[in-house]
């Protein structure tokens, strides 16, 4: 088992249709938890970054952490199509190497 | 603020030359800079990890000979692919943290290199 674990997709959505990604993880060490954002043949892109357990919004974009059920989600509302991308999660623990364990990313597609 | 950028963004090589790239974080001095590569549909794989004026610390199975890293500064690391093979092509992708930002990793937008 990946310490890790997305579904690589590919997810298709029409234009304005809200949009779930989700990560589950396995090390219950994890305290920090992020999204990013890839387009192809670019950078990742930090989104969002939550500590520990909660919700956290910003515009359209809502991260979620249920460390209980070691489970993370992205919430996409009134999605664009500029939002097609690969969305990878990260996790770390606290302190250490500050080196996150990524996801393989989920690519999004949103169609006019 | 946290931009990382990277050069060259795509360069094609023949076989058995050197190809280097360089990482620069633009607006913050960077605690740490990493150095990924990432086949396509696939997820970042880490190569190394290297601090300013330290030897770099790579993951098993990077060969150090072939990756040469050096992190001349707080804001300046490159990657050195030494004796390139066909193989060897792939997009690289650096990324730099800042202890004042919370240590998160800022990505550069990555090279693309074709080795022929």
């Known amino acids: 088992q990946k310490e890790v674990e997305q579904d690589p997709g590919p997810l298709s959505v029409p234009e304005g249709a809200i949009v779930s990604l989700n990560c589950t993880y396995s090390?219950?060490?994890?305290?920090?938890f992020m999204w990013y954002r890839q387009y192809s043949r670019k950078g990742p892109e930090l989104l969002m970054y939550t500590y520990s357990s909660g919700n956290k919004e910003d515009g359209r974009f809502t991260a979620q952490v249920d460390k209980s059920s070691k489970y993370i989600s992205l919430f996409i509302r009134d999605s664009q199509p500029s939002d097609s991308a690969t969305y990878l999660c990260a996790m770390r623990n606290s302190g250490g190497s500050y080196i996150p364990t990524f996801g393989r990313g989920t690519s999004l597609i949103v169609h006019p | 603020g946290a931009v990382v950028s990277q050069h060259p963004s795509w360069v094609i090589c023949k076989s058995g030359t050197s190809v280097k790239i360089e990482c620069r974080s633009l607006d913050f001095q960077a605690t740490t800079m990493f150095w990924y590569r990432q086949f396509p549909k696939q997820s970042l794989m880490l190569m190394a990890t290297s601090n300013e004026g330290s030897k770099a610390t790579y993951e098993q199975g990077v060969e150090k000979d072939k990756f040469l890293i050096n992190h001349a500064s707080l804001t300046l690391s490159t990657l050195t692919v030494t004796s390139a093979h066909p193989e060897d092509s792939s997009f690289y992708i650096c990324?730099?943290?800042?202890?004042?930002?919370?240590?998160?990793?800022?990505f550069g937008p990555g090279t693309r290199l074709t080795v022929t």
């Open positions: 990324s730099a943290n800042d202890r004042d930002r919370g240590y998160e990793q800022y």
């Open positions: 090390n219950s060490a994890f305290q920090y």
